[in-house]
């Protein structure tokens, strides 16, 4: 796999990418902060294919710009756990995502195996 594929996996159409890039370089430099801290973790835990990653990125962008432009406070953006809110955005746009897919299976595993627990 080359880098242009991998990039392509990765963060999808390049054209996407600038645009959302270029959203974000525009937002007032404490979203801005806020948007790369979110795009960083996102690009380390927020394991999901590229469609729905770029998707991901540009609604967070939307967010931003949207919060920036109502003075909306960033602590009323993204509560008091960023991590979690982060989670919760990635639990919603992963559909064919590994992690989803795994926490799916143990979930499912489990269940089977209380299901066939003998009862005592």
Known sequence: MGIADFSRKIVGD????????????????????AVEGIERYLMHFGV????????????VADLFEQAAADGTPIHEIVGSDPVEFVDALVRNYDKGGYVS????????????????????
Do not use: G
Request: glycine fraction near 0%.
């Open 14 to 33: 390049k054209r996407r990418w600038r645009q959302y890039k270029a959203r974000v370089r525009e937002l007032p430099e404490n979203y801005r902060i």
């Open 101 to 120: 897919r795994e926490q799916q299976r143990l979930n499912d595993a489990i269940a089977r195996a209380i299901q066939q627990s003998p009862t005592p």
């Open 48 to 59: 999901m294919d590229a469609d729905n990653a770029c998707s991901l990125f540009e609604d």
